[in-house]
């Protein structure tokens, strides 16, 4: 069984450029968070997807965008980086057996915007 | 709104002590309560309680859950040096899969 798996582990990007990232699902699970953590605090929850369509979105502004394909893995893009998106991103991925309590997060990528 | 509230921020003791983290929640239609553990990048999940006054227990961490005051306590006993990292905890509401997370409690263990 494989685990969560992100990528790239780092990244650095200017002011206004777009990013993407992507994340791996856990075999099995077809549910991904997608988490914001910045420096000293918890992860901010994003978005979620569920086979492929959206299931819930935090206050985040319309240029956090996502995408999850039909193997399960999931994509977040973020447009026209600012400072202040400097963070860990990370993404969990569940299964909704169980009620999908349980997050299994991957190692996540950590994005400096200079 | 929707919060959860994690004390202390930090705590530094030393190795063989006792530590209680305390986590305390309001959170509307409450499902769960999550702790995980996280040391560089990903959290670890260590528990989930869904129920009042049963103690769950892993080796040397433990915890219980009060859904009538609205917090949950994890226990660290004989802490060691590798027990040092930021321990989070989150609750699930009842009508989606989102977590809402505490801000943690860094835990530094000296030797």
């Known amino acids: 069984e494989t685990g969560v798996t992100q990528s790239p582990t780092h990244l650095i990007k200017t002011r206004g450029q777009q990013v993407t990232l992507r994340c791996s699902s856990q075999s099995g699970h077809n549910t991904v968070s997608w988490y914001q953590q910045a420096l000293g605090q918890g992860p901010q929850f994003i978005f979620q997807y569920y086979r492929e369509e959206e299931n819930g979105r935090g206050n985040f502004p319309p240029r956090f965008s996502g995408l999850q394909f039909p193997n399960y893995s999931s994509e977040l893009n973020v447009n026209a980086l600012e400072l202040d998106d400097s963070a860990l991103y990370l993404c969990?991925?569940?299964?909704?057996?169980?009620?999908?309590?349980?997050?299994?997060f991957g190692p996540g990528t950590r994005l400096l915007v200079l | 709104e929707d919060k959860v509230v994690q004390s202390p921020l930090s705590l530094v003791v030393h190795e063989g002590d006792t530590v209680t983290l305390n986590c305390s929640y309001e959170v509307t239609n409450f499902r769960s309560l999550l702790w995980y553990k996280q040391e560089k990048k990903a959290p670890t999940f260590l528990f989930m309680l869904?129920?009042s006054g049963i103690e769950k227990k892993s080796g040397r961490l433990s915890s219980i859950l009060d859904k009538k005051e609205l917090f949950s306590i994890l226990n660290i006993t004989a802490t060691q040096t590798g027990d040092s990292a930021i321990y989070l905890c989150?609750?699930?509401?009842?009508?989606?899969?989102?977590?809402?997370w505490g801000a943690g409690t860094k835990l530094i263990i000296k030797p």
């Open positions: 869904t129920s």
């Open positions: 969990a991925s569940s299964s909704p057996a169980g009620g999908g309590e349980t997050q299994y």
């Open positions: 989150a609750a699930k509401m009842d009508s989606n899969y989102q977590l809402i």
